[in-house]
């Protein structure tokens, strides 16, 4: 069982930088990517940024140029580096963990949350 762990998010002025770590713990086997998405008071979760087991980094629009994602595979951790918040940013940001099983079909695994809130 994998278990995820945020941490890191709190309230930011307009302008401000936050960063984002999340965790995971259990055993991974197998080829893995992580990603962050976000959710805004009454809107859907959506993706932010994620990394693939090789490195590779997608960003939304919205936020390119301004957040960095990053993988510590060692530790199976990864971070997101948010610069030049803007209130829109505001959010609970989820971490969240693929699994590849192959034809057995990828394992998901999402954490808790952190709160994210940019002041204007």
């Known amino acids: 069982q994998v278990h995820l762990a945020e941490s890191g998010g709190g309230v930011v002025q307009a302008g401000g930088s936050l960063r984002l770590s999340c965790d995971a713990s259990?055993?991974?086997?197998?080829?893995?990517?992580m990603a962050w998405y976000r959710q805004a008071p009454g809107k859907q979760r959506g993706l932010v940024a994620d990394?693939?087991?090789?490195?590779?980094?997608h960003y939304a629009d919205s936020v390119a140029g301004r957040f960095t994602i990053s993988r510590d595979t060692s530790k199976k951790t990864i971070y997101l580096q948010m610069a030049n918040l803007m209130p829109e940013d505001t959010g609970t940001y989820y971490c969240?963990?693929?699994?590849?099983?192959?034809?057995?079909?990828?394992?998901?695994?999402w954490g808790q949350g952190t709160q994210v809130t940019v002041s204007s």
């Open positions: 969240y963990l693929e699994v590849d099983r192959g034809v057995l079909g990828p394992t998901m695994t």
């Open positions: 259990g055993s991974i086997i197998n080829r893995y990517s």
């Open positions: 990394v693939s087991y090789g490195g590779t980094a």
